[in-house]
């Protein structure tokens, strides 16, 4: 794994690994057929369902879309936000710079 690329560690149904790189934006753009750049922080609940699996998927964890949609409550979804809001961050900083949204704020 690239030391390049952070990754983030959270408690879900058990401890779990994010990853937020190229590979996670292909996974989430295959799976909805959406273009991520273009996303201006409009994210459904299908939407961060999907990119928290392309997440896990992006680090290694050998999960299916169904098996994340029950990890995911209403008591965690704030915390997978703002995990996966701050690998994004920290993935294209630039980006957020010139003001981009966060694609999940």
Not at 10 to 27: G, H, P, S, V
Not at 38 to 52: A, H, I
Request: glycine letters at 6%; aromatic letters at 6%.
């Amino acid at each position: 794994m690239s030391e390049l690329v952070k990754t983030k560690t959270i408690k879900l149904d058990k401890e779990r690994t994010l990853k937020f790189n190229f590979k996670t934006i292909m996974l989430f753009e295959k799976e909805t057929g959406k273009n991520f750049f273009k996303m201006n922080g409009e994210f459904s609940g299908t939407d961060t369902l999907v990119l928290l699996w392309a997440c896990l998927k992006s680090a290694g964890e050998d999960i299916t879309l169904d098996q994340t949609a029950d990890i995911i409550d209403l008591s965690n979804v704030s915390a997978i936000g703002a995990a996966i809001t701050g690998l994004i961050k920290e993935a294209m900083p630039n980006d957020q710079k010139a003001g981009a949204a966060s694609p999940l704020a």
